[in-house]
Antibody, heavy 122, light 106 residues
Framework: QVQLQESGPGLVRPSQTLSLTCTVS??????????WSWIRQHPDKGLEWIGY?????????NYNPSLRSRVTMSVEASKNQFSLDLSSVTAADTAVYFC????????????WGRGTLVTVSS | IQLTQSPSSLSASVGDRVTITCRAS??????LAWYQQEPGKAPKLLIY???ILQSGVPSRFSGSGSGSDFTLTISSLQPEDFATYYC?????????FGGGTKVDFK
């Protein structure tokens, strides 16, 4: 049973870059049948897909157009981790951030991390 | 694509049959998944491609529908089922979720 765990700062200053890492256990980030994704949930709101990344020889990604200009995702295969950078954050980026595994082709999220709250505040 | 869930909330009792609807703004075939989110926890996959039960999910959960109208049914509500449920369209980008249906105690 794959497990995912988010890590990173819980507080980020406005205009700075939010950086999170997801560590994958009992699974491999260079899987040929999965993508690795970030989703966020604003307080008491619904779910927003941020994007996904995968590594097959090189890194490939697909970002939500609403966030594309500020998002960078990467994979560190040697550490079995993948990461999210979200630049120029504002209070509107305050949310719980989840990492998750996506089944390729059908794109459902079959495993999730517990989530980490990131607050943007000065 | 927009996914509209109804109702946005409902009150029910243990043992009740509960039905939640997800309507897509266009025909999406059977490309729909359902998730359960308990308070303070991550969502959990229940059903994918409209009707296939994820491994380990109790059989009281079922999904049906195709095209633009989909249903999640809980045949006999259990205490651990009080949660928020989301639908998600599959294989169309950006990936999107419905607004959620909160199931609470009557």
């Amino acid at each position: 049973q794959v497990q995912l765990q988010e890590s990173g700062p819980g507080l980020v200053r406005p205009s700075q870059t939010l950086s999170l890492t997801c560590t994958v256990s009992d699974g491999s980030v260079d899987s040929s049948v999965h993508y690795w994704s970030w989703i966020r949930q604003h307080p008491d709101k619904g779910l927003e897909w941020i994007g996904y990344v995968y590594y097959i020889g090189s890194t490939h990604h697909n970002y939500n157009p609403s966030l594309r200009s500020r998002v960078t995702m990467s994979v560190e295969a040697s550490k079995n981790q993948f990461s999210l950078d979200l630049s120029s954050v504002t209070a509107a980026d305050t949310a719980v951030y989840f990492c998750a595994r996506i089944r390729q082709q059908l794109t459902y999220f079959d495993s999730w991390g517990r989530g980490t709250l990131v607050t943007v505040s000065s | 694509i927009q996914l509209t869930q109804s109702p946005s909330s409902l009150s029910a009792s243990v043992g009740d049959r509960v039905t939640i609807t997800c309507r897509a703004s266009r025909d999406i075939g059977n490309y729909l998944a359902w998730y359960q989110q308990e308070p303070g926890k991550a969502p959990k996959l229940l059903i994918y491609t409209a009707s296939i039960l994820q491994s380990g999910v109790p059989s009281r959960f079922s999904g049906s529908g195709s095209g633009s109208d989909f249903t999640l049914t809980i045949s006999s509500l259990q205490p651990e089922d009080f949660a928020t449920y989301y639908c998600q369209e599959l294989n169309t980008f950006p990936l999107t979720f419905g607004g959620g249906t909160k199931v609470d105690f009557k």
